[in-house]
């Protein structure tokens, strides 16, 4: 009996064990923008400016934007390119192709892209807010540009004018057993942006809110109509739990 | 004869007369009493027996999501993923709703029957005269699994397309007939347009008449032989005047009202699944499913959805040396058949043959089809349950007090054989999985010597029963 209770404590101890520790650049926190009808709007007007000339976003509709509180006339006035119409589909002249010629990879669409990108190291919108402020010079790529999230993407750094450029600067340690490792210690601005660091992440937030947003856009009213479905099913339960009690206390 | 109509009164309601015109002509009445109305039920279920109707529940939610989903789904491989992403997620009205509760009913599906049959295994529910019962069970269970293996290629997303590139290989590990075998399963040699739509066509006609039919036959046998319950004894050996057993009552109204208040606890978790966590961590909805299908770009880690990963665990577990652990089990296992069973020579010679066969066979073939080979067998073991527990009592509540240790073994091994199977393999966990995998074939295997090993407490003649 004693043996068995402890081969059950070591088989609940074994995933413990078996786990590894998954290494890669820490995710920042994205601050929760979908619910913040303006900053989604920015973070439309920034993807619409910056991200909709090689990304497209095929599953959402220009029209659609009127869920974030856009008029039709808004809209088509200062979003829609002049050949496309409010109830079509985000797409982008670029194909695939041409896409992979460029960049070596077709850029993604990018409808989903919030929910895509969730993984064990943090959310979608977790990784989009650390990519789009990890970028850095890096001379050997194509582009001129490489990133901390995700390493030699074939994507330059779209905003940086906004940003500014900066150098990823790396120390050397040495660790315990004398192996010299090249280590990310900070970034460098080498050279200032339009907008200040604080400016450049609220940018940056409210185009991931809007990128997170339009990955679902009935999220909202799935959060407000799921209180109110758990509020009568609570009382359901009540009543059902009653009923059944009723019935039962006949049966001895 | 003569085709005679019971005659009421003139002045019947008129709901009454359109019955007995029913009656006289379909058995409605009879069929509704015999399988719930006058259906009698031991009076002694506890939570455990919950289940049966919940699978029913959700068997009917996820046909008739289903069929609102397939108004807009196109099982094309360059519609799909659109199909679902911008027409049923965004275009349709209330289609995202439709879609969470398919995707979340699915996993529920899966939870509500791994309970189902936990309570099967604890009050011994498949024992004689219950065994049809369990094999048509078993039977729903292999549907289930096709439909969830079918309907996940359908979103047309990363993990659904190779996720089934992975499985649909296996069997081209089969000898000699593997290479063609899958192929022709696919009708191509990669996952392709051809396979999506034949494996719509599974999800959506083939399986689906399958599991009715079997789901049908699995509640006759259960309403002919009548309900087994947690004290594991048979409630009609005790008749009471009216030739209904005593501890039983009438389903309609009790376990009706039971029941729905059973629905309405789980449809407050489904729906709070559905409404705030429709992709459960990425264990409903896997993330890289919202990256469309790309046959040219393999994603670094594939893992099927959560309800098969035991298995899976089980296949990568099987390694060429593990192959040679394998070879000892059997010999171990023949060795145990031959010395310690009375059974007649003629089986032990067979036995013997099989087992020199197997040997061979794990010696000549490669590693990986034993694997597909053991995952197979770990599921359809499930089958010889009835025959391989030779317990004098059918409960859990009656047998030693170690045979409830056995099972939290067996049950913790398949949470870990689960848990494995969602992660990356390394080293450490494929041994951890192997323990695993002998520890779950071990519980079915020797359960005809464990299993009746121990002393056995005093079953009751009557069943346990504390009124509300």
Redesign the interface.
């Known amino acids: 009996?004693n043996l068995?209770?402890k081969?059950?404590a070591l088989?609940?101890l074994?995933?413990a064990?078996?786990l590894?520790s998954e290494e890669g650049y820490p995710l920042d926190h994205a601050p929760e923008r979908t619910k913040d009808l303006a900053a989604v709007q920015h973070g439309a007007k920034l993807f619409v400016n910056y991200c909709l000339n090689c990304h497209s976003a095929?599953?959402?509709?220009y029209n659609?934007l009127r869920d974030i509180g856009l008029t039709e006339d808004q809209i088509k006035a200062n979003l829609l390119f002049t050949t496309d119409k409010v109830g079509g589909?985000m797409t982008v002249a670029m194909t695939p192709k041409d896409g992979k010629e460029w960049f070596g990879a077709a850029p993604?669409?990018l409808?989903?892209?919030a929910?895509?990108?969730?993984?064990e190291s943090g959310t979608?919108p977790d990784w989009l807010y650390t990519y789009m402020r990890t970028f850095y010079k890096d001379d050997s790529r194509p582009t001129g540009w490489n990133n901390m999230v995700f390493p030699n993407v074939g994507m330059p750094h779209v905003f940086w004018e906004l940003q500014g450029t900066q150098n990823a600067v790396y120390t050397d340690e040495k660790d315990a057993e004398g192996k010299v490792e090249h280590k990310f210690d900070h970034f460098e601005m080498i050279k200032a942006g339009k907008l200040s660091k604080l400016e450049y992440d609220t940018s940056v937030a409210d185009l991931v809110g809007y990128l997170e947003w339009m990955?679902?856009?009935?999220q909202g009213l799935?959060?407000q109509?799921?209180?109110w479905?758990?509020m009568f099913?609570?009382v359901?339960?009540f009543l059902?739990?009653r009923?059944?009690?009723s019935?039962?206390?006949e049966?001895? | 004869m003569a085709f005679v109509e019971k005659k009421l009164p003139a002045d019947a309601p008129i709901a009454a007369k359109a019955l007995n015109w029913v009656d006289s002509r379909f058995p409605l009445t009879k069929l509704w009493n015999d399988q719930w109305g006058q259906y009698y039920a031991p009076k002694n279920f506890n939570f455990w027996y919950i289940f049966g109707s919940l699978a029913m529940l959700v068997l009917v939610l996820q046909i008739v999501t289903g069929i609102f989903l397939v108004m807009h789904y196109k099982p094309d491989a360059t519609l799909a993923f659109a199909s679902v992403e911008t027409t049923i997620m965004r275009d349709v009205p209330w289609g995202w709703l439709v879609r969470y509760m398919h995707s979340t009913g699915a996993s529920a599906f899966f939870i509500i029957i791994y309970l189902h049959m936990t309570r099967g295994l604890m009050y011994g529910s498949y024992r004689k005269p219950r065994e049809l019962i369990w094999l048509f069970g078993v039977g729903i269970f292999l549907c289930l699994m096709g439909e969830a293996f079918f309907g996940y290629l359908l979103p047309w997303g990363q993990m659904s397309y190779w996720g089934a590139q992975v499985i649909v290989n296996l069997f081209g590990a089969i000898p000699f007939i593997g290479p063609d075998l899958s192929l022709w399963i696919r009708g191509d040699y990669v996952v392709s347009d051809a396979t999506l739509n034949r494996f719509f066509s599974f999800h959506v006609i083939a399986i689906p008449l399958v599991l009715l039919g079997l789901v049908a036959a699995h509640l006759i046998a259960l309403h002919e032989v009548g309900s087994s319950n947690p004290d594991g004894i048979e409630v009609k050996d005790h008749l009471g005047p009216d030739g209904h057993p005593l501890d039983s009552i009438p389903s309609h109204p009790y376990y009706s009202v039971h029941d729905i208040f059973g629905v309405t606890v789980f449809l407050l978790v489904f729906s709070a699944i559905i409404f705030f966590a429709p992709e459960m961590g990425g264990y409903f909805l896997e993330y890289n499913n919202f990256i469309p299908a790309d046959s040219l770009k393999t994603p670094p880690h594939i893992a099927p959805v959560w309800y098969f990963t035991p298995y899976y665990s089980i296949l990568r577990a099987t390694t060429s040396q593990f192959v040679y652990a394998l070879m000892a089990g059997v010999v171990a296992y023949v060795g145990l058949i031959v010395f310690k069973t009375k059974l007649s020579s003629l089986i032990k010679t067979a036995v013997m043959v099989g087992g020199a066969v197997a040997l061979v066979a794990l010696d000549v073939f490669e590693a990986k089809f034993f694997g597909v080979v053991l995952m197979g067998v770990s599921v359809m073991i499930l089958a010889a349950l009835p025959w391989l527990d030779q317990s004098p009592v059918k409960s859990i509540r009656y047998r030693p007090s170690w045979h409830k240790l056995v099972y939290i073994v067996f049950g913790i091994a398949f949470l870990i054989l689960g848990y494995l199977g969602i992660k990356p393999p390394t080293d450490a966990r494929t041994q951890v999985a192997q323990v695993c995998t002998f520890i779950y074939f071990g519980f079915f295997m020797l359960m005809p010597w464990w299993s009746a090993m121990g002393t056995f407490k005093p079953v009751p003649t009557r069943v346990t029963f504390h009124a509300h």
């Open positions: 009996m068995l209770k081969l059950i088989l609940t074994l995933p064990l078996a590894a095929s599953s959402m509709r659609r589909l993604p669409d409808s989903v892209i929910r895509a990108k969730s993984s979608g990955g679902e856009p009935t799935r959060h109509l799921g209180g479905v758990l099913l609570g359901l339960v059902t739990w009923l059944n009690a019935y039962w206390k049966i001895k």
